[in-house]
């Protein structure tokens, strides 16, 4: 599959690690290719960049984790974004694009041609670096994180879970439609609010357990 990565930082820079090495094809939308965040990333192999719209007309799906109020200005150098799949792995916690409650929905009013999707936004990105936890309890035993996903394309909710399962984790979870992106965006504080503010640290993360029978 060819991804094109927008944001280049900790999250955009594990998925595209991960992705590289399930034999993806990563092209990281950067604005300057010579000098950009991640660079390191193009040693792996599977890895390369492109100024934005060259690398977003080149992928069928396109992961943007930069800053919500980025949205707007990166949509506009995307080009023509028909049919493609769009992934919000951004959170307006802090943030907002201007003039929208959230990136998501700022996402699907100015990109209406394209499939767009959250997911990826829950979690820290060392957590998408490495979602495999080795227990010790109560014996020795490897436990994959969960992922969730929102929207209202069942296409683009596929790509995801498939994406979701090339990064290394377990479930990814049926969210709902997008009426409830917003909510995994507080489903996102809420990992922020246990991981930093009540200093439980990040390497903690969310696993979904059904009772059987």
């Known amino acids: 599959m060819n991804i094109a990565v927008i944001g280049t930082g900790n999250v955009g820079g594990a998925l595209a690690s991960q992705w590289a090495k399930s034999?993806?094809?990563v092209?990281?939308?950067?604005?300057?290719?010579?000098?950009?965040?991640?660079?390191?990333?193009?040693q792996q192999k599977g890895i390369s960049a492109l100024?934005?719209?060259?690398?977003?007309?080149?992928?069928e799906v396109i992961l943007i984790a930069a800053v919500p109020p980025a949205t707007?200005?990166?949509?506009?150098?995307?080009g023509d974004v028909s049919g493609k799949v769009i992934i919000d792995a951004m959170?307006?916690?802090?943030?907002?694009?201007?003039?929208?409650?959230?990136?998501f929905e700022a996402l699907k009013a100015l990109c209406p041609s394209a499939e767009v999707i959250k997911?990826?936004?829950?979690?820290?990105?060392?957590?998408?670096?490495?979602?495999?936890?080795?227990?010790?309890?109560?014996?020795?035993?490897?436990?994959k994180l969960d992922m969730f996903v929102a929207g209202s394309s069942a296409r683009a909710k596929e790509v995801a879970k498939q994406l979701s399962d090339?990064?290394?984790?377990?479930?990814?979870?049926?969210?709902?439609?997008?009426?409830?992106?917003a909510l995994l965006e507080q489903f996102a504080l809420s990992w922020i609010n246990l991981a930093i503010m009540q200093?439980?640290?990040?390497?903690?993360?969310?696993?979904?357990?059904?009772r059987q029978g």
């Not at 939308?29 to 991640?38: S, T, W």
């Not at 090339?166 to 992106?181: H, S």
């Not at 200093?199 to 059904?210: A, L, Q, S, T």
């Open 199 to 210: 200093g439980h640290g990040r390497n903690i993360g969310f696993k979904v357990i059904k």
């Open 23 to 25: 034999g993806h094809n």
């Open 166 to 181: 090339d990064a290394g984790f377990g479930i990814c979870y049926d969210f709902g439609g997008d009426d409830k992106a």
């Open 91 to 103: 959170n307006s916690v802090r943030t907002k694009p201007d003039g929208y409650n959230n990136s």
């Open 27 to 42: 092209i990281l939308g950067v604005r300057d290719v010579n000098n950009f965040k991640g660079q390191h990333l193009l």
């Open 119 to 143: 997911c990826f936004n829950t979690t820290g990105f060392e957590n998408m670096q490495n979602p495999t936890y080795h227990l010790t309890t109560p014996v020795e035993h490897d436990v």
């Open 51 to 59: 100024p934005i719209q060259q690398a977003a007309q080149k992928a």
């Open 72 to 78: 707007e200005s990166i949509v506009k150098e995307l």
